[in-house]
């Protein structure tokens, strides 16, 4: 076959595929051809410095020879099961995820992305429970299927409105922005009681479930104050509610811990997660459930099912992926060149009036861009944004916030070659516009 070129690649993906979350007449996609480590190249041979880990996913780089190898090696053998069947790979993922969740999370039931795992979290904490209302936040985002959808409080919930029915929305707890008025000095932790005050006025007894991400993640990655999650569990147990946390984003070493709700010590009672279970090699979500849930089902009917239920060849992409994280310390990685992204960030943000707040935690941070520190009125970061990517550093933005979520596998010079750029940027292109 003839080699595409790379105009030809881009007319080609237009005219017969559409893109997420665009306006189809005003995309412009790199032509990604190959990739390895922290790097993307396109059909052109230009290279990226993949400061986005393409959606925040590929925690284990680009092209990682272990996963490759164990998608060949499983495709060889067996590619597809069907969910009826039982499979070496399933069976030792799921022990796997049991073994590396917190407390006493012990079954799986697997899907085919983080949408579909927040739907039959859903699903399950309504058949547990035998409550209907679900309870979740404003800024966030849970995944475009209707059931994820109406979970997701931003505004790409509002065009598939009417929904799902049963879901409620509170405030968040993002201190930069405090919906209820205090600073960070004088925080009196209302949006934790705020939460209880909507349980109380909702009816407890009719409450299955409040959903949190484990680190508010598209929508500006919102890190809770310290006490936020341990008090969201004694909340939880107070009135029977299930606490779930959406460790799609902030799962698999993206904070320096399997998952975020680590950081603080706490077990939720479900986790769903996806993308860097598998790194985004093989499509791959799941709902991994206590000890107690999964008991409940031994004599009853989970009426859940998908025909990629435990699918073989992402089940050994996710075991690979698993050893890749432990055998070559990544997460300890993520850790250490956390601290010198934090670092960074911290001394960007005292050069640059533009930078309102630099937030971070592991390999996941963001600054948020204002034209004025006092009113904190949004920075628009378009151009910005085209500078980094056409300079050949990918990064991807949610309004005024540009978030630096490279893989887990960066080492702190090839940080550092994005950062500088990104100072660059700053100065050329946007500090003169703040007042």
Known sequence: MTKLTSQEIIDLNKEYTFFSWSNQGQINPIPMEKAEGAYFWDADGKRYLDFASQLVNTNVGHQHPKVVKAIQEQAAKLTFAAPSMATEVRGLLGKKLSEITPGDLKKTFFTLGGAEANENAIKIARFYTGRHKILARYRSYHGATLGAMTLTGDYRRLPAEPGISGVVHFLDPYCYRCPFGWTK???????????????????????????????????????????????????????????ISDEVMSGWGRTGEWFAVNNWNTVPDIITTAKGITSGYVPLGAVIVREKIAKFFDDKVLFAGLTYNGHALACAAALATIEAYEEDKIFENAKKVGKHLGKRLEELKSKHPSIGDARYIGMFSAIELVKNRETKEPMDITALKNFMISNGVYVFNFKNILFIVPPLVITEEQLDEGLNLLDEGLAELIDKQVS
């Open 185 to 243: 000095d004088t925080c009196k932790r209302q949006c934790i009681d705020h939460v209880e005050e909507v349980i109380q006025h909702e009816g407890p007894d009719q409450i299955a479930a409040i959903f949190l991400e484990g680190v508010t993640g598209t929508n500006g990655l919102i890190i809770p104050p310290d006490e936020y999650w341990p008090r969201m569990r004694e909340i939880c147990d107070k009135y029977g509610i299930l606490l």
